[in-house]
């Protein structure tokens, strides 16, 4: 055997053993002998490509683009190696970008002023980029937590056959809200935003998502998506409740929020508890398997 052919023997023995090592997880094809080792380096190829993600940038020309002043960082697009259903899930873990309390931007698209409270208060007309969220009991930041179970979801819906689009897929993002919004309007078929509530209170409060107050119903793009942003929230608690998790008593609450003020597909802000609330990643598993069954029911599967 000349050198070329040693190197190439070794090349395709190396594929066929890590190809081995990671197979087992994957989808089986029935496939020829003859076949074999091409399938394997092409589920391989796949598998590796899942794992690396795509990059995804704001691009300029999108709608509502102009408004974002935090824009530089990338969101991260993962595809799913099987029972693909051909939707796309915009996880966004709440937070965590560094100086994002340092920029505002318009509250909305038209820049008229915030009708309630919140990190801005009502009447404000620019709202801070990106908040740096509270903190738990036990001293841990709320992004950590966001992130964590951006995660353990993200994993969920690429077993379940979903694409997941992550607006935040490390420590830190250089995307304000805004932009996350706008890359998840052209990038995915809903946005789930992922939070705790700061609301101080020494007891746990339970789940509850963030509805869009009535004064804001008849503003675009608001006006055309509202219905959808509230039908995803309700699938979205009643997959938790599902899964046994404490459902607030008040659920939902209105609040003025960019994201939904500049969202053009399904978008909500789902509050998973509140700063006295446990979050080790065995109840985030189950808070992320209710999710799962408010995804599935809000697209029909």
């Known amino acids: 055997m000349n050198r ?15 190809a081995a090592a990671v197979l087992p997880a994957l989808p089986a094809g029935k496939t020829g002998p003859d076949q074999e080792m091409g399938t394997g380096f092409m589920q391989l190829k796949a598998y590796a490509a899942q794992q690396k993600g795509e990059e995804i940038g704001l691009d300029p020309e999108w709608k509502y683009a102009d408004f974002a002043a935090i824009k530089s960082g990338k969101a991260v697009l993962y595809k799913a ?13 709440g937070h965590g970008t560094k100086g994002g309390t340092s920029v505002k931007t318009w509250c909305h698209p038209d820049k008229t002023p915030k009708v309630t409270g919140g990190t801005t208060s009502a009447g404000a007309t620019k709202a801070v980029a990106v908040s740096s969220g509270m903190t738990f009991k036990d001293g841990t930041p709320e992004s950590k937590v966001t992130l964590r179970m951006a995660q353990i979801l993200k994993d969920k819906l690429l077993a379940a056959g979903y694409d997941v689009l992550m607006l935040r897929d490390g420590e830190d993002v250089q995307l304000d809200n805004v932009a996350r919004s706008v890359i998840a309007n052209n990038k995915a078929d809903c946005h789930i935003a992922l939070h705790w509530d700061g609301d101080g209170l020494s ?39 599902a899964q046994g998790m404490k459902i607030w008593g008040s659920n939902p609450l209105d609040m003025d929020l960019t994201q939904t003020s500049y969202s053009t597909i399904p978008s909500v802000d789902i ?6 609330s446990r979050h080790d990643d065995d109840l ?4 992320a398997e209710g999710l799962l069954k408010g995804i599935n ?3 029909g599967y």
């Open 203 to 241: 007891t746990i409060k339970g789940c509850f998502y963030m509805s869009v107050p009535d004064a804001l119903k008849t503003m675009e793009p608001v006006a055309s998506h509202w219905k959808e942003h509230e039908r995803l929230g309700d699938c979205l608690i009643e997959g938790l409740r």
């Open 284 to 287: 985030l598993r189950q808070e």
């Open 4 to 18: 070329n052919g040693f190197r190439k023997g070794a090349g395709l023995l190396l594929a066929a053993v890590l």
């Open 271 to 276: 509050e998973l508890g509140n700063q006295c």
């Open 81 to 93: 190696q099987s029972n693909r259903k051909g939707k796309v899930i915009a996880v966004n873990a």
């Open 297 to 299: 029911s809000f697209f």
